[in-house]
């Protein structure tokens, strides 16, 4: 089916034709049969790069022409982030795209006047709680990755967010898309929609498995020639030979760090082949450059000084080592600015070689030529080590094979025997993903859920409640009495919490609406309000608020390791007299408090301006999770001066001031400073000891006085801030940004 026959409008036709697409493929052309652009719901169970965001595309920008307004729903941030950017290519036709993941007490009214809404499945049921009014003014909702209905962490909320989105806007259309499950035909059927499924690919997958130096695939084999040390390395350069590209998909950071490593080093060797033998007028072997050795080595270089200009850690460090030879990895223990230099340098084929945990298959727009799945094992805290599943095999697997780009993908498992790769082809690549199951019936699911409906008044009785939970995917699973005795169980625990009231039907209270819209757990609130009690019999440091926080169920304390003990007990006894009800030692409660404690003490470290190197080396920890532990409790902090400021509390206003500390990782004196954008937590730091230790001490410094302490560049951005001439201020201004320049581009 050609585009320029289907029923979009004709500005749309154009903007696709325009970019090279003049034909819908067979999946996509199933959906437009199957209603997509009237207004049918549709579930799209296809595989990865076989069009499903173009179907959506369709869809809202049809939508939109007739006035719609569309929500688009992703699991993680950065995926959002890539939505967003995609969909802002549509303001060549009047569109206007936003997007919104932060803040999860805001309604982000502002969202109203933009056409797409980009946001997570948590900021969306932030928003519904909040009340934002512009939701019921959304007519096509796409949920992306639907099949993380699945997810133990995710599912709930966005089943529940997808539910309430149903019953506010009973007209509005739900396209979701999914990877191919098991059980497609049962979530069509809950959402009311057409189900599109399909195997077809754009680019052919072939799966296989590599054994003794040949790629089984299930009707041919591949030979690797051997020339490396390990097996892995011969089977990137098989790919890299040819032209393309790889992702290795590790079990662990740690193993995803010393893959790069080690194919960097090889890389690099093989670049510095290419660079001699071009110089001397040969010709170079390696054939994975796809420019001259030199050429290609000066543009990683330059790549590997921006990772470097990230941040000073060891794992920066080691990042821009690899970057040099071509590789790199990719974990969540990385900046954000870290991951997407590595995800624009794979993109833009700079990187030959991406070396990640399983999180880079979650969505991202990363395929490459060959996939290979050398750990096909996760860590489980209650069974070891046990196989992944098979959908996040072939999530894995959907990676390979680059549209336009490749004649065909490949995914490979490494196996040790015979035995395991028969056992491999049988488990893996002959074999159908499970079908997928709701998670909503446990307690710590149903509590927020259910507090959140009563609060935004959704439902006002019992009776009313379980009618909601009718409609989820769980009760279209099983029966509804089901649920019964749990909603009972969390109506009483809400009840005696003062977070709702339990009489003559069911009312939220002032606290918990509050709660409601700050979006925590019912139970993390229950935990800040039993602190509270505590806090005047103790000695109320940073550390007191911090280890509070760090009691509720919203944060994720850091692991043990069997050198914290030592340190931990000495600390503890140190401190003692700061911790809001501290267990008794060798309880059974007490190797938890000491996760607290230690995930506290990073926090508090982070805030008195530790070296980041210093707490990723402590803590080993990458500086993205001081980031990611950073978010969550200024979140949580925020809740907790929101709730002590609703109690009346003496300590409300220092927990507010802890919530801008944890914000910029800096002592309270730098508050006044810190803010200006680009300074940082080190820059500001320098400033305060120069004796500039508050705004009107900058707006009045030197020109030259600020450069020699943060360089000319952020000097001149944060005079311009500030509304500063700079050019009248220093008559020398030019002259030193000239020369920052200069350096810069030399």
């Known amino acids: 089916m050609k585009i320029s ?171 979701a898309l999914s990877a191919t499950v098991g059980n497609a035909q049962e979530m069509a059927q809950w959402l009311d929609a057409a189900l599109v499924e399909s195997k077809w690919r754009p680019i052919d997958l072939q799966e296989g498995v590599f054994l003794s130096g040949a790629i089984k695939f299930p009707n041919s084999l591949r030979t690797v020639e051997h020339k490396y040390k390990d097996e892995l390395t011969d089977l990137v350069y098989d790919t890299l030979n040819e032209g393309g590209q790889c992702i290795v998909f590790e079990s662990s950071r740690r193993n995803a760090e010393a893959s790069a490593r080690r194919l960097g080093q090889a890389l690099g060797k093989s670049l510095r082949i290419s660079e001699s033998t071009e110089s001397s007028g040969s010709t170079g072997s390696t054939g994975s450059t796809g420019s001259s050795g030199h050429e290609y080595s000066v543009k990683l270089d330059s790549l590997a000084n921006q990772v470097m200009d990230t941040g000073e850690t060891e794992i920066t460090r080691r990042l821009a080592q690899c970057v040099r030879g071509g590789a790199a990895f990719h974990h969540a223990g990385l900046l954000s600015e870290q991951r997407k230099l590595i995800e624009d340098g794979f993109r833009n084929n700079l990187i030959k070689v991406l070396s990640s945990t399983p999180t880079l298959a979650a969505g991202l727009n990363m395929p490459a030529r060959r996939v290979i799945i050398r750990g096909y094992r996760r860590y489980d805290p209650n069974y070891g080590m046990v196989p992944i599943p098979v959908l996040e095999y072939k999530q894995m697997a959907g990676r390979a094979g680059r549209p336009g780009l490749d004649p065909y993908g490949e995914s490979v498992l490494i196996s040790k025997s015979d035995e395991e790769m028969e056992g491999l082809i049988e488990q893996y690549v002959n074999n159908d993903a499970e079908d997928i199951y709701s998670k909503l019936g446990t307690k710590s699911a149903l509590r927020t859920h259910i507090l959140s409906t009563v609060s935004t008044g959704l439902v006002k009785s019992r009776e009313e409640l379980m009618d909601f939970l009718g409609r ?88 043990l390791r069997n050198n914290d003990y030592g340190w931990l007990d000495d600390y503890v006894q140190q401190h003692n007299d700061e911790f809001v009800a501290p267990p008794p030692p060798h309880s059974s409660e007490y190797e938890w408090f000491m996760s607290e404690v230690k995930t506290a003490v990073l926090l508090l470290e982070w805030i008195s301006e530790s070296k980041e190197d210093d707490i990723t080396s402590r803590f080993n920890i990458g500086p993205g999770d001081i980031r990611a532990q950073a978010d969550t409790a200024q979140w949580l902090m925020h809740s907790t001066a929101r709730i002590l400021t609703y109690l009346g509390s003496e300590h409300a206003g220092f927990a507010q001031e802890l919530v801008e500390r944890i914000s910029y990782g800096a002592a309270k004196e730098l508050l006044p400073i810190i803010k200006i954008k680009g300074i940082g937590r080190v820059r500001s730091r320098k400033l305060y000891n120069a004796g500039y230790k508050d705004i009107e001490a900058i707006r009045k410094a030197e020109f030259k006085a600020l450069a020699d302490i943060i360089g000319p560049k952020i000097a001149v951005n944060t005079l311009k801030q500030l509304g500063i001439d700079v050019d009248r201020k220093s008559s020398d201004f030019t002259e030193n940004v000239k020369a920052q320049q200069n350096i810069e581009d030399f």
């Not at 052309?29 to 990865?48: M, W």
């Open 472 to 559: 989820t995917f769980f009760a279209h699973q099983q029966d509804t009495w089901k649920l019964a005795a749990v909603v009972d169980e969390v109506i009483e625990f809400l009840a005696t919490n003062n977070l709702i009231i339990d009489s003559d039907g069911l009312h939220p209270s002032e606290l918990g609406e509050l709660v409601t819209r700050l979006y925590i757990d019912p139970m993390s609130a229950s935990t800040i309000l039993d602190g509270q009690g505590h806090l005047g019999r103790v000695n109320v440091t940073e550390l007191t608020l911090l280890q509070l926080i760090c009691n509720t169920p919203d944060m994720r304390p850091l692991y």
């Open 5 to 175: 026959e289907i029923d979009i409008p004709d500005a749309v036709k154009g903007f696709y034709i325009e970019s090279g697409i003049s034909e819908l493929y067979p999946p996509q052309e199933k959906a437009v049969e199957g209603g997509l652009l009237e207004g049918r719901n549709i579930l799209a169970a296809v595989p990865t790069a076989s069009g499903k965001t173009m179907m959506a595309e369709m869809a809202m920008l049809k939508s939109i022409t007739n006035g719609g307004k569309c929500l688009y729903i992703v699991p993680l941030r950065a995926l959002a982030s890539e939505k967003y950017a995609r969909f802002r290519e549509f303001q060549e036709l009047g569109v206007q795209a936003g997007v919104s993941t932060g803040d999860l007490d805001s309604r982000d009214e502002w969202l109203g006047r933009r056409d797409i809404i980009v946001a997570t499945s948590e900021k969306t049921d932030s928003l519904i709680r909040n009340r934002a009014p512009w939701i019921k003014d959304i007519t096509v909702i796409v949920a992306d990755e639907v099949h993380l209905l699945d997810s133990p962490d995710r599912g709930p909320t966005l089943e529940v967010t997808l539910a309430r989105l149903m019953q506010m806007n009973p007209d509005v259309q739900i396209i």
